[in-house]
């Protein structure tokens, strides 16, 4: 069972940034894929990125691609996502995920939700 608390979200204006910080719980933290989705208001989740459980690999969508990176750190149970230059665009609630595999997935193939920090980017 791995427990997730997102925070971090807020408003800031286009070009600005924010960090998301994901704490997790669960003594096998370092075994999970770790990742995060979005989702705006009337639109579905959609993946934004994630980074395997040794951290030497991640994966983003391509609308995020050169502005946010995903980290994390296994001693400390967290996963961060530096988000820069945000657009409007951006704004979205934020999910942190765990999931015990690597590769594509589906919202609905999720095994572990946070629950959600908003993001707005004004213009």
């Known amino acids: 069972q791995v427990q997730l608390v997102e925070s971090g979200g807020g408003l800031v204006q286009a070009g600005g940034s924010l960090r998301l910080s994901c704490a997790a719980s669960?003594?096998?933290?370092?075994?999970?894929?770790m990742g995060w989705f979005r989702q705006a208001p009337g639109k579905e989740r959609e993946f934004v990125a994630h980074?395997?459980?040794?951290?030497?690999?991640?994966y983003y969508t391509d609308s995020v691609k050169g502005r946010f990176t995903i980290s994390r750190d296994n001693a400390k149970n967290t996963v961060l996502l530096q988000m820069n230059s945000l657009k409007p665009e951006d704004t979205a609630v934020y999910y942190c995920y765990a999931d015990r595999s690597w590769g594509a997935i589906a919202a609905y193939e999720v095994d572990y939700w946070g629950q959600g920090t908003q993001v707005t980017v004004s213009s």
């Open positions: 669960g003594r096998t933290f370092s075994m999970y894929t």
């Open positions: 980074i395997n459980w040794s951290g030497a690999n991640t």
